[in-house]
Nanobody
């Protein structure tokens, strides 16, 4: 069993930054990939970024490339999403999950999400 808890969301002005954290319980976190998804109100959950078990391989959706950075610290069982140059369209609930790839069906454990609101 793996539990994931996101934190770090909040309200920020356009152009600002936030760092999301994903704290995981269970030893299997460090041997699996992780990803971040987001869901805007009234829209489907969409892929944001993913990294391999050691952070050596990463994939980003085009809209966040150059602005967001996914990373992890396996010693702390924690993953991160550094978000810079935020835009209003980045607003949504951000979820971390265990797995790897662009498809949500590649992930088996999900956190409850943290709200990110970017004001214009």
């Amino acid at each position: 069993q793996v539990q994931l808890v996101e934190s770090g969301g909040g309200l920020v002005q356009a152009g600002g930054s936030l760092r999301l954290s994903c704290a995981a319980s269970g030893r299997t976190f460090s041997t699996a990939g992780m990803g971040w998804f987001r869901q805007a109100q009234g829209k489907e959950r969409e892929f944001v970024a993913t990294c391999s078990w050691n952070g050596g391989s990463t994939i980003y959706t085009d809209s966040v490339k150059g602005r967001f950075t996914i990373s992890r610290d396996n010693a702390k069982n924690t993953g991160y999403l550094q978000m810079n140059s935020l835009k209003p369209e980045d607003t949504g609930v951000y979820f971390c999950a265990r797995g790897y790839g662009r498809s949500r069906y590649n992930y088996d454990y999900w956190g409850q999400g943290t709200q990110v609101t970017v004001s214009s």
